[in-house]
């Protein structure tokens, strides 16, 4: 019947067994952990064990149990083939120390280096250019862009294959779903460490399975910070993957160095056919193939664009006159390789400008923004190891405002040999690199990054929405429309004494948690030549420190306890002409709250930096924030703002139980927890209002993910991502008391990005200058989410996520409190580069809370929406 007993041998898979030894350990002698751990594999309804498949390949739900079961007692013996493996788990170790199967291949770089790695994709030597990419997420999109034709793909993120490869399904317009092309681009990929176990509600297979399905070679266990680092100091290199075969013939190729450069790789990635796409949509286009991406054509007939497709080398200007106008698609390689392309792109432009033709708008994309370049006489260089990731600055030339983009390409425009009648419009804020030109008089404009996105940010994305505009209108001017938005810094106001709000007495929820940043506060404070006085009562800090310790110390510092009375009071001594409020954790935003109302900052004239006081209750007042947030259209829970306990009864009856209470105001989620019940509704309630002057009761999501992002803007709408965090436990558990992660473990592409663009749209919309801390919860079955809550200051996690990114948070914020502009600080990491970036971590941090009880009596031990721990 199936069942395994006492008394029936099991014989395990061989990447089970591992290789012989004189006496087996306790794990694999009968009876032991391994035979318990066989046994729940082989009796799962998901997964069982084939001699032809291996240990871990999902069965089909037309596969019955037993079926499954009668598999193993024909699983091979213990002298089976050394050489068979299992297809979904190549490589897999377990966890470390175990004996699993394994088989390498060997990392050959052009200048000698040999790194060996575990195989987890198809076992076959290939040889292309290796080069790296940043992004954290979006490896399916990544290995599916066709512009890494012909390259070895080295993922700096150390971790991939956690949320596994999704199904080859097709959207409405017959484009692949979660895929940027048909299949995988990239010659092979190497990673650091290949996750076994995926986890994500939309995964269908192990990334192994996949990269074996599409016959692609994939290594693991090798150094990607010496390759990236090498490769950044090198540049691109020739490099080979090579495995010892089986058995060797006298005759078998040896694989050799190539460059994929040579090869015209966008003949090869372009459609062979023209192809349409949203077949009676208002605006008609006609697309140059050389590698488009599938959410290029996506993003174009979202906006109601018939998207003709054509190949790589078709004559364009006596096509034009049956379109609207004309878009160049990106692609991989060299540029010079597409001169047929080239060639008949300027035969539009000239017949355009001779009048032979009417004027119609050409919109490039990377390969498509160096193509027109040398249409219009421009040449192109090799970068030394290109831009590929998902966190590359851009300034719009015109406007002044920088953009977060992705980006993946080699080669660049050399924006200096351009004619007098174009202009540069785009330009790296790091390597000064050209990012786009446009015309000056024509509707001819281009891009070099991605502002289709899939992988990465879609801040860019209204370029799409400028030339279908164009398409309506080729006589309105761009330049309008490109300049909109430009930042016109206020007249200078006197200031030269900052009173700065410190961290508060101890307690949980204030005092040591926010140290750091207003440490970092007074170091940047004093850089910028101003007295700072510092108001704090907690001796045991370093921002209380008369030394400083390594850092200039406050002018002056009152040990006083951080109330509207007492700072009144310093106030009315020192005189300052500004105040920070934002560094204090909740104890001082609700004294600057205090202040505003009191009108003591109007009676002496002193002007709040960074975050206005409206913005800040905003988000601290839980009725005002709902309103916000429905303004945008952007998902709360339900819920309803209470100022008495019958109140909050009548919204449970409109929610129904478990709800959540949350208190407005309030230090580390005091006074908030779940209720079951109207009994535990009323006790709770009472407690919260007895502390809190309102409560918000919402509907429960506990279960679902928490995940929350460090967010930075500055006043001239500048906005970026510092860092995502995903807490281990699910919601109901306060972030202080839960294990964090950063980055995330379990997001997609499209929901790290979902979530990150609605953190920017809800800053912005909010008006907070400075850092602030947005908290979601994201059901862990679907992407619907709900935003929990916003931080308009340094929080505890701020603190996280500084050391864990080494982007100094608070130290940026207090300098954009004083107005100055993100692109115009210095990366104090590199010391050569912007302030405004995304980090892109290659390492992981995890944050375990502390909780020091045993100090206290009859204390619950039981962690829930209320803080307990005293630090991590």
């Given amino acids: 019947d199936g069942r395994i007993t006492d008394s029936q041998p099991v014989s395990l898979p061989p990447c089970a067994r591992g290789p012989a030894r004189t006496r087996r350990p306790r794990l694999c002698r009968p009876g032991g952990t391994m035979r318990i751990f066989a046994a729940l594999c082989l009796a799962s309804s998901a997964y069982a064990y084939s001699p032809s498949v291996g240990l871990g390949v999902r069965r089909s739900a037309a596969t019955p149990v037993a079926a499954s079961h009668s598999r193993v007692r024909d699983a091979p013996s213990m002298v089976a083939d050394p050489r068979a493996k299992p297809e979904a788990f190549i490589g897999s170790t377990f966890g470390s120390n175990s004996a699993m199967f394994y088989r390498q291949g060997t990392l050959v770089l052009e200048d000698g280096t040999r790194l060996k790695g575990v195989s987890f994709g198809y076992e076959a030597s290939v040889s292309g250019e290796i080069v790296f990419t940043t992004g954290m997420v979006g490896y399916p999109e990544s290995l599916t862009d066709p512009s890494y034709r012909g390259q070895i793909l080295v993922m700096t993120y150390p971790i991939i294959g956690n949320y596994g490869v999704p199904e080859d399904d097709e959207d409405a317009w017959g484009l692949p779903r979660f895929f940027e092309s048909d299949h995988v681009q990239v010659a092979a990929l190497i990673v650091s460490d290949y996750s076994h176990h995926h986890s994500h509600w939309n995964s269908r297979r192990s990334l192994s399975q996949w990269l074996n399905q599409q016959k692609v070679p994939a290594l693991y266990g090798i150094d990607t910070r010496l390759l990236t680092k090498k490769i950044r100091a090198k540049g691109a290199l020739r490099a080979y993957i090579e495995f010892e075969p089986n058995v060797k013939l006298a005759e078998a190729p040896q694989v050799t160095f190539e460059d994929p450069n040579l090869r015209n790789l966008a003949a090869e990635v372009s459609t062979k056919e023209t192809k349409v796409y949203g077949e009676g949509n208002k605006h008609k286009i006609l697309a140059v193939d050389c590698g488009v991406k599938a959410n ?35 692609g991989p390689g060299n540029p010079a390789s597409v001169q047929v392309t080239i060639d008949n792109i300027k035969a539009v432009m000239d017949a355009q400008l001779s009048g032979e033709a009417p004027v119609k708008p050409i919109f490039g994309i990377c390969l498509g923004n160096q193509m027109l370049g040398m249409a219009a006489g421009a040449t192109t260089f090799k970068l030394p190891f290109g831009n590929r990731g998902q966190n590359q600055p851009v300034i719009n030339l015109l406007s002044r405002r920088c953009v977060i983009t992705p980006q993946n390409h080699g080669y660049a425009l050399d924006a200096d040999k351009l004619p007098e009648d174009w202009e540069a419009l785009f330009q790296n804020r790091n390597d000064d690199s050209n990012e786009g030109i446009m ?38 001017p761009i330049r309008e429309a490109l300049s909109a938005g430009k930042y016109v810094a206020e007249e200078e106001k006197p200031l030269t004494k900052v009173l700065l709000l410190g961290s508060g007495g101890l307690s949980i929820g204030q005092a040591g948690e926010f140290d750091y940043s207003g440490s970092q506060a007074i170091k940047a404070l004093k850089e910028e030549g101003l007295e700072v006085v510092l108001i704090n009562p907690n001796i045991a800090s370093v921002q209380t420190n008369k030394d400083g310790q390594g850092q200039s110390p406050a002018d002056r510092v009152y040990l006083l306890p951080v109330t509207p009375e007492f700072v009144e009071d310093v106030i009315k001594r ?291 929406s209320a803080l307990k721990s005293g630090g991590g």
């Avoid at 899939?454 to 929405?465: N, Q, V, W």
């Avoid at 409560?695 to 679902?704: A, D, F, M, Q």
Wanted: with cysteine; glycine share 6%.
């Fill in 296 to 330: 290029i054509i996506r993003s174009l007939v979202q906006r109601d664009a018939e998207v003709t497709l054509v190949p790589w080398d078709t004559p364009l200007a006596p096509l034009m006159d049956k379109f609207d106008g004309l878009f160049l698609s990106n």
């Fill in 439 to 476: 015309h000056k008089t024509k509707p001819w404009f281009t891009a070099q990054f991605h502002p289709e996105a899939k992988c990465g940010p879609s801040d860019t994305s209204f370029l799409f929405d400028l030339f279908l505009e164009t398409l309506d209108n080729p006589d309105k």
């Fill in 574 to 864: 020192e005189r300052p002409e500004g105040i920070i409020l934002s560094m204090g954790g909740q104890t001082g935003l609700n004294c600057g709250i205090a202040l505003e109302k009191r009108g003591i900052l109007e009676k002496y004239n002193v002007r709040v930096l960074g975050t206005q006081v409206d913005a800040i209750e905003a988000t601290e007042d839980r009725g005002i924030f709902s309103d916000k947030l429905n303004e945008i259209n952007e998902r709360i829970a339900p819920s309803f703002a209470c100022n008495t306990v019958d109140a909050a009864i009548a919204a449970s009856e409109k929610i129904g139980f478990p709800l959540m209470i949350r208190s407005a105001f309030a230090l580390g989620g005091l006074g908030s927890g779940l209720c079951y019940d109207k009994a535990q509704l009323l006790s709770m309630a009472r407690t919260a209002l007895a502390s809190s002057p309102q409560i918000l009761v919402e509907k429960s999501l506990k279960g679902w993910k928490e995940v929350e992002y460090e967010v930075v803007r500055d006043a001239a709408d500048n906005c970026i991502t510092v860092c995502n965090m995903e807490n281990f436990d699910a919601l109901g558990v306060h972030t202080g008391d839960s294990i964090v992660i950063a980055p995330s473990q379990t997001l997609t592409d499209e929901e790290y990005h979902m979530l990150r663009t609605t953190a920017i749209k809800v800053v912005r919309h909010l008006g907070i200058v400075g850092e602030c801390n947005i908290q979601y919860a994201l059901d862990p079955d679907s992407q619907d989410y709900c935003i929990i809550e916003v931080n308009p200051r340094l929080s505890r996690s701020s603190a996280l996520a500084s050391k864990a990114t080494g982007y100094p948070l608070a130290f940026v914020a207090a300098k954009l409190a004083l107005g100055k502009l993100l692109p115009d600080l210095t990366n104090s990491v590199t010391k050569s580069t912007t302030a405004c970036f995304e980090p892109s971590l290659d390492y992981i941090v995890v944050k375990v809370p502390r909780w020091d009880l045993s100090k206290f009596e009859r204390v619950s031990r039981e962690i829930g």
